[in-house]
């Protein structure tokens, strides 16, 4: 068959009822899985999961699958992503699947198609506690569950979506995949994590886990000869040696000896290093580059590059990529943020005590950025007194000052206390409650035991009670008043910019990346999909200039509910204040940044909101419905 220029396909699944349907949306009216499924959430309140219109086709990344809603956790429009699990996905035949409804009791949503058949939709209940308390493994025991019992039926290698018990039990639950090969799965684990809406999937619709393939064979664009012209028209070269070029960063980068996330950004980090929930902030340099020498160059990264990168334990998300961005030791996969957060945040700067704390955070589902930022406030609360181990259901307190810390004795301890606190968080008595999320929480204890306590948490408000921990970079951007945080739909980049003009730029960046998540193209292909993107689907669909039309569109409707708040903790205003003295000592002479200085020295808090207001007023500037 051929590929459908003309329209996209969606699967429309009543999870109360079982009953689906098909439906058929213009193509230019609504061009992926972020407009179609952001039209459709607001019609039905569903969670859509799709690909991109060029998924299956020869371009190096094009197979992310894209998840989009109301996000428990956000309280807003959000889109998460996931690397490979749109490869299988095409062989459904279809663009989106979109759940709407509840199921009367925790299900498997089983989705086949055998060639040119219709698609097989079934609903099968679980006993979802039974299951994830196998071996104590939450998500993983889930993914063995639903292997074990309906990969059978599929020709071949079906790919499954599970939650785990953080989806029950909290607003941040997280949606992960593994890829499969000849039945067996790779270890190399992918997450729609951030927003939460493997809580949405699970308590809004009762889905707690997707299988789906098929052989549904459509005409995917394959023709390298056709590709190549068209890099080389611009690049002066292939297409793969530009996206070889374009994913050093990701694979390995001969400039710092490593790779990936987790290798390149700590081998960079220098003074910006952020641990001990923040703490590091109120440092000088010379403290903050101690740090980063003895506790990451010396030992965590240097743990990474000897067991990761010399070892080349690589591997990809489930598609053929230059980019073999999951790096991995044996099972564990190492990317910069969730060991980041789980990692130094936490006051853990050793390999063995953050595999032990992701894994924990892993296996009960927890979008492992949003849950890190959790801990290592909890963590300090501890650690100041602020709160008691009883009051959170564990039996001991955190080392959080670097004056004699053992890297590794220390690090376990920590990690020790962080798994406690994970395991309170999913149990139905726990006394950290986490169903109407974070931010709750933190007004809560402030209320009822010290009113510092919201103090020390960093997160961004959204609306009156959404919530997000901030991506792992010491600069404004990441707290921006935007519609979707938590994301890369901001600037997030180390220099200091004038706020509007960050805002500005901010607009720009959610344009861009919204294009890609929408074309469904991993962002570590950035470098050249932003550029040649628009031109190649002008070519294949003829549409180029309405593509462009409808994501600008796209991110003004969008930012039409952006209902983020103003900065609610010291911690937050402190975060920005440091960040401007820190800059302040790198440029001596920027007019700008003394003017903004004066005015924190004047008021701290409305110098703050001053800045906040010319964020929020840059992006506003950008995103007026076109």
């Not at 790779?186 to 052989?215: E, F, P, V």
């Not at 409650?433 to 974070?438: F, I």
Request: net charge neutral; proline share 3%; hydrophobic share 40%.
């Amino acid at each position: 068959m051929k590929m459908d220029k003309t329209h996209l396909k969606a699967l429309l699944v009543d999870a109360s009822t079982g009953y689906y349907k098909t439906a058929r949306y213009e193509l230019g009216k609504f061009w992926g899985p972020v407009d179609l499924g952001a039209h459709l959430s607001k019609k039905n309140d569903s969670l859509n999961i799709g690909a991109g219109i060029l998924a299956g086709s020869i371009f190096p990344g094009s197979n992310r699958l894209v998840f989009s809603g109301y996000s428990p956790c956000w309280h807003g429009f959000y889109v998460s992503s996931m690397g490979g699990a749109a490869l299988i996905f095409d062989n459904l035949g279809i663009n989106l699947l979109s759940i709407s409804g509840r199921a009367r009791r925790p299900s498997l949503l089983y989705l086949n198609r055998h060639h040119g058949e219709e698609i097989e939709v079934e609903l099968y209940p679980l006993n979802l506690d039974e299951i994830w308390a196998r071996n104590n493994e939450g998500f993983y025991s889930l993914m063995n569950h639903v292997n074990e019992n309906w990969a059978g039926r599929y020709e071949n290698d079906p790919r499954i979506l599970a939650t785990g018990p953080a989806a029950l039990h909290t607003d941040t639950g997280a949606i992960g995949s593994i890829p499969m090969k000849k039945g067996k799965f790779t270890n190399a684990d992918t997450w729609a994590g951030r927003g939460g809406l493997g809580s949405k999937m699970l308590q809004k619709h009762g889905i707690a886990a997707i299988i789906y393939g098929g052989t549904w064979a459509d005409e995917d664009f394959r023709d390298r000869k056709v590709a190549d012209s068209w890099f080389e028209d611009h690049y002066q070269m292939k297409m793969s040696a530009k996206d070889m070029e374009a994913t050093t960063k990701y694979r390995y980068d001969p400039a710092f000896n490593t790779g990936g996330t987790f290798g390149v950004n700590y081998a960079t980090m220098e003074d910006n290093i952020l641990a001990f929930n923040y703490r590091t902030i109120f440092w000088s340099r010379e403290e903050r580059l101690k740090l980063h020498e003895e506790f990451i160059v010396n030992h965590y990264l240097k743990q990474f590059n000897r067991e990761t990168i010399a070892k080349k334990q690589q591997k990809t998300c489930g598609e053929p990529c230059a980019a073999v961005c999951k790096k991995m030791n044996d099972h564990f996969k190492k990317d910069y943020e969730p060991y980041q957060t789980m990692g130094p945040l936490i006051g853990v700067f050793d390999q063995r005590a953050a595999e032990m704390v992701t894994r924990k955070a892993d296996a009960l589902g927890f979008d492992a950025i949003n849950i890190g930022g959790v801990l290592a406030w909890l963590m300090e609360c501890l650690y100041e007194g602020l709160l008691k181990p009883d009051d959170l259901g564990i039996s001991d307190t955190p080392n959080f000052e670097p004056g004699g810390f053992d890297v590794v004795k220390d690090s376990m301890h920590n990690a020790a206390i962080a798994t406690d606190l994970l395991d309170v968080m999913v149990r139905y008595d726990g006394k950290i409650n986490l169903k109407e999320g974070a931010r709750k929480l933190a007004r809560e204890l402030s209320r009822s035991h010290n009113s510092k306590i919201i103090d020390t948490f960093l997160f961004i408000g959204f609306a009156r009670h959404g919530w997000m921990v901030p991506n792992q970079y010491w600069t404004p951007g990441v707290l921006s008043p935007m519609s979707i945080m938590g994301k890369y739909y901001m600037y997030y980049g180390r220099d200091f910019v004038e706020p509007r003009d960050l805002g500005r730029e901010n607009a720009r960046r959610k344009i861009q990346e919204l294009m890609i998540d929408n074309l469904g193209i991993c962002r570590f292909h950035r470098a050249w999909a932003e550029e040649l993107m628009p031109g190649i689907i002008d070519k294949l669909f003829g549409k180029g200039d309405e593509l462009l039309k409808n994501i600008k569109l796209t991110a003004s409707r969008i930012h039409s509910r952006n209902a983020s708040l103003f900065w609610e903790t010291e911690r937050n205003i402190d975060f920005l204040h440091l960040f401007l003295e820190k800059k302040r000592q790198e440029q001596p002479d920027n007019s700008s940044i003394k003017k903004w200085i004066a005015l924190f020295k004047k008021d701290k808090r409305d110098a703050a909101l001053t800045y906040w207001y010319e964020i929020h007023r840059g992006a506003h500037e950008m995103l007026r419905e076109f």
